[in-house]
């Protein structure tokens, strides 16, 4: 099996330009939460966020000067190199973090192959040892509902990744329930609290944090599209109300946790990016 890949989202090539003097300074009135987008590199951000006439190997050096942390989705379609790692870590000012989306066939397709859980831990060891590893995210789609073999399954991925932080995502609301809370705090794993349309089956907007750290993943409220109907399902722009909303939740997870990370999924035109800087500017003011 070949598990090598520079994929679409993230995309990184060419010479690693000098780094970036600092990162920009964390929000909210304890100064804990941390946002940033879900992939970097798409060609529909070039003028709605990036420059026009960017190159795409010069995007990571423009989305550094707005945000302190990113997620790495590429690695969710094949299992990158420890150079792609390396590169983009050169090109990252210190205190950078990244979080790194799990390989499909540990949250899809469920595959049992020890080689490919020492491949991916071995792929960020680059991001480790510069101290901009934030921890792994996994995403599990609709069909992945709560039940003994699955609930086992996180748990096992925890071992599995050599306990560094993991980050839990569901997509069924069977999962959303005291029990799994607890179940997660018990096995140090975080809960990932998202925004996603209000259709039946999914998960509600319920801001949880199960470790020291709170995770939140925006999504978007693309209703019509979200089930593939001949559309983007994260083509979907905040408003500033709905943006308020979980402003407010971000504050009160950040009473509770040591560390706030909040990524927008809205990927489509750039949206992911101004939502997120229209957040900054909400968790930094002086009203917040």
């Known amino acids: 099996m070949q598990y090598a890949y520079a994929g679409q989202g993230d995309l990184f090539t060419g ?4 780094r970036s003097a600092r990162v920009p ?3 909210g009135r304890r100064g804990r939460i941390h946002i940033g987008t879900s992939g970097y590199s798409f060609d529909d951000w070039i003028g709605p966020f990036y420059p026009r006439g960017i190159q795409r190997n010069r995007m990571l050096d ?3 000067r707005h945000f302190g942390v990113v997620e790495i989705n590429s690695s969710y379609y094949r299992i990158p190199g420890a150079n792609m790692f390396a590169r983009m870590e050169r090109k990252t000012p210190d205190g950078f973090e990244f979080i790194v989306k799990l390989y499909k066939g540990m949250t899809h397709d469920i595959e049992d192959d ?3 859980y020492t491949m991916f831990v071995s792929a960020v060891e680059p991001l480790k040892r510069a101290g901009k590893f934030g921890g792994y995210l996994a995403q599990f789609p609709w069909r992945f509902r709560k039940g003994d073999r699955e609930t086992r399954h996180i748990a096992a991925l925890k071992e599995r990744l050599g306990g560094d932080p993991l980050f839990v995502e569901f ?3 069977s999962w959303i329930n005291r029990e799994t809370f607890e179940f997660l705090r018990e096995h140090e794993v975080g809960y990932c609290s998202v925004d996603e349309p209000g259709l039946r089956g999914l998960v509600p907007p319920v801001a949880v944090a199960t470790t020291d750290t709170a995770y939140v993943r925006l999504h978007g409220r693309n209703t019509k ?6 559309g983007d399902r994260y083509d979907y722009d905040y408003n500033s109300e709905e943006l308020g909303e979980w402003a407010e939740k971000l504050v009160k997870l950040e009473t509770r946790a040591k560390r706030v990370y909040a990524f927008f999924n809205n990927c489509h035109a750039g949206h992911a990016a101004r939502n997120a800087e229209i957040m900054v500017d909400m968790l930094g003011s002086e009203l917040m």
Do not use: I, K, L
């Open 225 to 230: 599209n979200w089930w593939g109907r001949g």
């Open 171 to 173: 997509r069924h609301d």
């Open 114 to 116: 020890a080689d490919m």
């Open 25 to 27: 300074r964390p929000v």
């Open 15 to 18: 010479p690693a330009p000098e």
């Open 62 to 64: 423009e989305y550094v």
